[in-house]
């Protein structure tokens, strides 16, 4: 059974790094391509970034290209997302996803429960 | 970059069956692949469907996708509605650097 465990709620003020992680069981982790989408409050889903763990091939939103780290660790079969500095903005859900189905960068069929990180001074 | 306009909701009475639509701004919607994903209160993502019209496993056949490029668009149908299909549905497709874009998402009343 295919399962991606996401790492507990956050609670961060403005300023501060955090790295969230989503990890992969039930599947060829490195084999598949793995990503996040953001939820802000009461808003719809927002594609942030997608990695390919065999080789760490990394494609970025332009909207959060230079504003969020996308990486993997195959041998763990985890995925992270970090921030070097968090702004209150950030608040939202963040949904880590794979594609075990197409081998291609192009959609999720596994979705993880969500991480909650809420920025606040 | 192109956009995916769908409407802000739909509603329709149980066992009736009910259209979302998604429309591709610029390009062809046949160009790439169109996927629906189902996000209901509290839960995250479910994916109903792949690939313009691939249901994954577990998915009823209740559900089905399909393109039209006449319209440029993408729909996906749900028939013999449940108080259960009651959610936010996206769509969601690609450009050709494989950047994804979302629908703005369209929720479903069952009433």
């Known amino acids: 059974e295919v399962q991606l465990v996401q790492s507990g709620a956050a609670v961060k003020k403005p300023g501060e790094s955090l790295k969230i992680s989503c990890k992969g069981s039930g599947y060829t982790f490195s084999s598949c391509y793995i990503g996040w989408v953001r939820q802000m409050p009461g808003k719809g889903l927002e594609w942030m970034g997608i990695?390919?763990?065999?080789?760490?091939?990394?494609r970025y939103s332009p909207s959060f290209q230079g504003q969020v780290t996308i990486s993997a660790d195959k041998s763990i079969s985890t995925a992270y997302l970090q921030w070097s500095s968090l702004k209150a903005s950030d608040t939202a859900m963040y949904y880590c996803?794979?594609?075990?189905?197409?081998?291609?960068?192009?959609?999720?069929?596994?979705w993880g429960p969500g991480t909650l990180v809420t920025v606040s001074s | 970059n192109f956009m995916l306009t769908q409407p802000h909701s739909v509603s329709e009475s149980p066992g009736k069956t009910v259209t979302i639509s998604c429309t591709r701004s610029s390009g062809s919607i046949a160009s790439n692949y169109v996927q629906w994903y189902q996000l209901r209160p509290g839960s995250s993502p479910t994916t109903v469907i792949y690939e313009d019209n691939q249901r994954p496993s577990g998915v009823p056949d209740r559900f089905s996708g399909s393109i039209d490029s006449s319209s440029n668009s993408a729909s996906l149908t749900i028939s013999g509605l449940r108080t259960e299909d009651e959610a936010e549905y996206y769509c969601q497709s690609y450009d050709i650097s494989s950047h994804w874009v979302f629908g703005g998402g369209t929720k479903l009343t069952v009433l």
């Open positions: 996803a794979a594609n075990s189905l197409t081998g291609e960068p192009s959609m999720f069929d596994y």
């Open positions: 990695i390919y763990p065999g080789d760490s091939d990394t």
